[in-house]
Protein backbone atom coordinates (compact mmCIF):
# COMPACT_ATOMS: atom_id res chain seq x y z
CA UNK A 1 0.00 0.00 0.00
CA UNK A 2 1.06 3.15 -0.90
CA UNK A 3 1.58 6.04 1.91
CA UNK A 4 4.13 6.32 5.55
CA UNK A 5 4.10 3.40 7.96
CA UNK A 6 4.99 3.61 11.27
CA UNK A 7 5.81 0.14 13.18
CA UNK A 8 4.73 -0.65 16.17
CA UNK A 9 1.61 1.24 16.72
CA UNK A 10 2.01 0.60 20.50
CA UNK A 11 4.80 -0.09 22.46
CA UNK A 12 5.52 -0.78 26.25
CA UNK A 13 9.17 -1.12 27.82
CA UNK A 14 11.63 -1.42 30.38
CA UNK A 15 14.08 1.67 31.39
CA UNK A 16 17.46 0.85 30.00
CA UNK A 17 16.33 -1.18 26.93
CA UNK A 18 17.20 -0.40 23.79
CA UNK A 19 13.76 0.41 21.08
CA UNK A 20 13.40 0.60 17.94
CA UNK A 21 10.50 2.42 16.38
CA UNK A 22 10.17 1.59 12.37
CA UNK A 23 9.32 4.02 9.44
CA UNK A 24 8.47 3.39 5.88
CA UNK A 25 7.42 5.54 2.77
CA UNK A 26 6.68 4.29 -0.35
CA UNK A 27 6.70 7.55 -2.18
CA UNK A 28 10.63 8.08 -2.63
CA UNK A 29 10.24 11.44 -0.64
CA UNK A 30 13.73 13.26 -0.05
CA UNK A 31 12.99 14.44 3.25
CA UNK A 32 11.82 11.84 6.54
CA UNK A 33 11.42 13.68 9.98
CA UNK A 34 10.86 12.25 13.65
CA UNK A 35 8.78 14.06 15.56
CA UNK A 36 7.35 13.54 19.81
CA UNK A 37 4.02 15.17 20.91
CA UNK A 38 3.82 15.57 24.60
CA UNK A 39 1.19 17.30 26.52
CA UNK A 40 1.56 21.25 26.31
CA UNK A 41 4.18 21.28 23.83
CA UNK A 42 3.91 20.93 19.73
CA UNK A 43 5.35 18.30 17.68
CA UNK A 44 8.91 18.54 18.63
CA UNK A 45 11.46 17.54 16.04
CA UNK A 46 14.10 14.80 17.13
CA UNK A 47 15.83 14.09 14.02
CA UNK A 48 15.19 14.48 10.42
CA UNK A 49 17.29 13.35 6.73
CA UNK A 50 17.44 15.42 3.95
CA UNK A 51 18.54 12.09 1.90
CA UNK A 52 19.69 8.41 2.26
CA UNK A 53 22.56 8.67 4.41
CA UNK A 54 22.25 12.42 5.28
CA UNK A 55 21.05 12.91 8.54
CA UNK A 56 21.09 15.82 11.65
CA UNK A 57 19.59 16.37 14.38
CA UNK A 58 16.49 18.64 15.82
CA UNK A 59 15.24 20.39 18.78
CA UNK A 60 15.28 17.22 20.96
CA UNK A 61 18.10 14.70 20.10
CA UNK A 62 19.53 13.75 22.74
CA UNK A 63 18.88 9.63 23.48
CA UNK A 64 18.48 8.88 20.38
CA UNK A 65 19.80 7.48 16.94
CA UNK A 66 18.35 7.44 13.71
CA UNK A 67 20.07 6.14 10.29
CA UNK A 68 18.92 6.03 6.97
CA UNK A 69 20.59 3.49 4.75
CA UNK A 70 17.34 3.65 1.90
CA UNK A 71 15.43 6.42 1.17
CA UNK A 72 12.22 4.59 2.17
CA UNK A 73 13.16 3.57 5.70
CA UNK A 74 13.92 5.62 8.43
CA UNK A 75 14.41 4.21 11.88
CA UNK A 76 14.57 5.89 15.44
CA UNK A 77 16.23 4.34 18.10
CA UNK A 78 16.13 4.80 21.53
CA UNK A 79 19.77 3.72 23.03
CA UNK A 80 18.44 3.30 26.80
CA UNK A 81 15.06 3.70 27.08
CA UNK A 82 13.94 6.29 29.58
CA UNK A 83 10.97 7.52 31.55
CA UNK A 84 11.27 10.99 29.64
CA UNK A 85 10.90 9.57 26.48
CA UNK A 86 7.14 8.04 27.18
CA UNK A 87 5.52 10.42 24.18
CA UNK A 88 4.06 9.52 21.07
CA UNK A 89 6.11 9.66 18.11
CA UNK A 90 5.46 10.67 14.73
CA UNK A 91 7.42 10.16 11.49
CA UNK A 92 6.61 12.22 8.85
CA UNK A 93 7.91 12.48 5.04
CA UNK A 94 8.21 15.43 2.46
CA UNK A 95 9.32 16.08 -0.79
CA UNK A 96 11.85 18.27 -1.59
CA UNK A 97 9.71 21.06 -3.11
CA UNK A 98 7.79 23.33 -1.27
CA UNK A 99 4.87 20.34 -0.89
CA UNK A 100 2.52 19.43 2.43
CA UNK A 101 4.33 16.63 4.63
CA UNK A 102 3.05 13.30 5.46
CA UNK A 103 2.41 11.50 8.65
CA UNK A 104 2.52 7.69 9.67
CA UNK A 105 -0.04 6.97 12.24
CA UNK A 106 2.33 7.33 15.48
CA UNK A 107 3.41 5.16 17.58
CA UNK A 108 2.53 5.35 21.24
CA UNK A 109 5.78 4.22 23.36
CA UNK A 110 5.51 4.12 27.20
CA UNK A 111 8.68 3.15 29.50
CA UNK A 112 8.11 1.58 32.53
CA UNK B 1 14.29 29.44 15.61
CA UNK B 2 10.03 30.39 14.48
CA UNK B 3 8.29 31.01 17.23
CA UNK B 4 4.63 29.36 16.41
CA UNK B 5 2.03 30.50 18.42
CA UNK B 6 -1.89 29.65 18.52
CA UNK B 7 -5.09 31.07 19.69
CA UNK B 8 -7.40 30.37 21.04
CA UNK B 9 -5.76 27.07 22.58
CA UNK B 10 -9.11 25.47 23.38
CA UNK B 11 -12.93 25.93 21.57
CA UNK B 12 -16.03 24.64 21.89
CA UNK B 13 -18.81 25.56 19.48
CA UNK B 14 -22.59 24.90 18.36
CA UNK B 15 -22.80 23.18 14.95
CA UNK B 16 -23.53 25.37 12.36
CA UNK B 17 -21.17 27.92 13.73
CA UNK B 18 -18.21 29.78 11.89
CA UNK B 19 -15.03 29.03 13.46
CA UNK B 20 -11.76 30.66 12.90
CA UNK B 21 -8.43 29.72 14.44
CA UNK B 22 -5.33 31.96 14.63
CA UNK B 23 -1.44 31.39 13.96
CA UNK B 24 1.34 33.94 14.43
CA UNK B 25 4.59 33.26 13.83
CA UNK B 26 7.84 35.70 14.38
CA UNK B 27 10.26 34.53 11.23
CA UNK B 28 9.54 35.33 7.32
CA UNK B 29 8.59 32.45 5.75
CA UNK B 30 8.07 30.54 2.43
CA UNK B 31 4.88 28.54 3.32
CA UNK B 32 2.66 28.22 6.69
CA UNK B 33 0.88 24.19 7.16
CA UNK B 34 -1.94 23.50 8.53
CA UNK B 35 -2.79 19.96 10.15
CA UNK B 36 -5.99 18.13 11.69
CA UNK B 37 -5.22 15.70 14.59
CA UNK B 38 -8.45 13.94 14.95
CA UNK B 39 -8.91 11.64 18.46
CA UNK B 40 -7.66 8.76 16.85
CA UNK B 41 -4.35 10.48 16.89
CA UNK B 42 -3.47 10.30 12.73
CA UNK B 43 -2.20 13.88 11.84
CA UNK B 44 -3.11 14.81 8.24
CA UNK B 45 -2.35 17.99 6.36
CA UNK B 46 -4.69 20.22 5.54
CA UNK B 47 -3.41 23.07 3.53
CA UNK B 48 0.22 24.31 2.67
CA UNK B 49 0.17 28.44 1.91
CA UNK B 50 2.84 30.77 0.83
CA UNK B 51 0.21 33.89 0.22
CA UNK B 52 -3.55 34.71 -0.33
CA UNK B 53 -6.10 31.88 0.44
CA UNK B 54 -6.73 28.87 0.28
CA UNK B 55 -9.83 26.75 -0.16
CA UNK B 56 -10.82 22.81 0.48
CA UNK B 57 -14.76 22.45 0.98
CA UNK B 58 -15.67 23.97 4.36
CA UNK B 59 -12.50 24.64 4.85
CA UNK B 60 -10.94 28.44 4.21
CA UNK B 61 -6.91 29.33 4.80
CA UNK B 62 -5.80 32.55 4.61
CA UNK B 63 -2.24 33.96 5.22
CA UNK B 64 -1.07 38.04 5.46
CA UNK B 65 2.94 37.59 4.90
CA UNK B 66 3.48 41.02 6.29
CA UNK B 67 1.84 40.66 9.56
CA UNK B 68 3.06 37.27 10.09
CA UNK B 69 -0.41 35.47 10.57
CA UNK B 70 -2.63 33.35 9.43
CA UNK B 71 -6.11 31.66 9.96
CA UNK B 72 -8.36 28.59 9.49
CA UNK B 73 -12.11 29.42 8.82
CA UNK B 74 -14.39 26.37 9.15
CA UNK B 75 -17.65 27.02 7.50
CA UNK B 76 -21.10 25.42 8.65
CA UNK B 77 -19.28 23.71 11.15
CA UNK B 78 -19.66 19.75 12.07
CA UNK B 79 -19.50 17.11 14.57
CA UNK B 80 -17.53 15.34 12.74
CA UNK B 81 -14.53 18.75 12.61
CA UNK B 82 -13.67 18.06 16.38
CA UNK B 83 -10.22 17.66 16.17
CA UNK B 84 -6.72 19.46 17.12
CA UNK B 85 -5.49 21.87 14.50
CA UNK B 86 -2.30 22.60 14.54
CA UNK B 87 -0.32 25.25 12.41
CA UNK B 88 3.22 24.85 11.69
CA UNK B 89 5.88 27.21 9.39
CA UNK B 90 9.16 26.68 8.81
CA UNK B 91 12.35 26.86 11.51
CA UNK B 92 13.52 29.61 9.03
CA UNK B 93 12.76 30.65 5.81
CA UNK B 94 13.01 28.36 3.19
CA UNK B 95 14.45 25.83 5.47
CA UNK B 96 12.29 22.55 5.19
CA UNK B 97 12.36 21.68 9.25
CA UNK B 98 9.13 22.77 10.44
CA UNK B 99 8.07 24.43 13.79
CA UNK B 100 4.83 23.66 15.48
CA UNK B 101 2.37 25.06 17.21
CA UNK B 102 0.82 23.32 20.28
CA UNK B 103 -2.43 23.00 18.55
CA UNK B 104 -6.51 24.45 18.94
CA UNK B 105 -8.79 21.28 20.40
CA UNK B 106 -12.16 21.99 18.61
CA UNK B 107 -15.04 20.54 19.70
CA UNK B 108 -18.50 20.94 17.86
CA UNK B 109 -21.52 20.46 19.84
CA UNK B 110 -24.98 18.84 17.81
Known amino acids: DAGITQSPRYKITETGRQVTLMCHQT?????MFWYRQDLGHGLRLIYYSAAADITDKGEVPDGYVVSRSKTENFPLTLESATRSQTSVYFC???????????FGQGTRLTVV | KNEVEQSPQNLTAQEGEFITINCSYS?????LHWLQQHPGGGIVSLFM???GKKKHGRLIATINIQEKHSSLHITASHPRDSAVYIC????????????FGTGTRLTIIP
Open chain 2, 27 to 31: VGISA
Open chain 1, 27 to 31: WSHSY
Open chain 2, 49 to 51: LSS
Open chain 2, 88 to 99: AAPSNFGNEKLT
Open chain 1, 92 to 102: ASKDRSLTEAF
